[in-house]
């Protein structure tokens, strides 16, 4: 089962996050985003407390993926 998390999406960042419920295994959160500025710190500190909010409970694996735009 899959849904989308809402709440880890935070502010005007681009980025979408999606957890995956498989019976008896660890929940699977998966994450696309994009920072189209080099300069642009809102999406690196929405992500990071996105993080901090899944590091909170336990059992949890994270995969993501995107255009952090990095030098």
Same mark, same amino acid.
């Given at each position: 089962? *899959?849904?989308?998390?809402?709440?880890?999406?935070?502010?005007?960042?681009?980025?979408?996050?999606?957890?995956?419920?498989?019976?008896?295994?660890?929940?699977? =959160?998966? *994450? $696309?985003? =994009?920072?189209?500025?080099?300069?642009?710190?809102?999406?690196?500190?929405?992500?990071?407390? $996105?993080?901090?909010?899944?590091?909170? $409970?336990?059992?949890?694996?994270?995969?993501?993926?995107?255009?952090?735009?990095?030098?």
């Amino acid at each position: 089962m *899959s849904t989308r998390e809402e709440t880890l999406e935070a502010g005007q960042a681009e980025m979408i996050w999606v957890k995956v419920t498989i019976k008896g295994c660890k929940n699977l =959160y998966i *994450s $696309s985003c =994009y920072r189209a500025e080099v300069g642009d710190t809102d999406l690196l500190e929405a992500f990071n407390t $996105s993080l901090e909010r899944i590091a909170g $409970s336990t059992n949890n694996m994270v995969i993501t993926a995107g255009d952090f735009n990095f030098p």
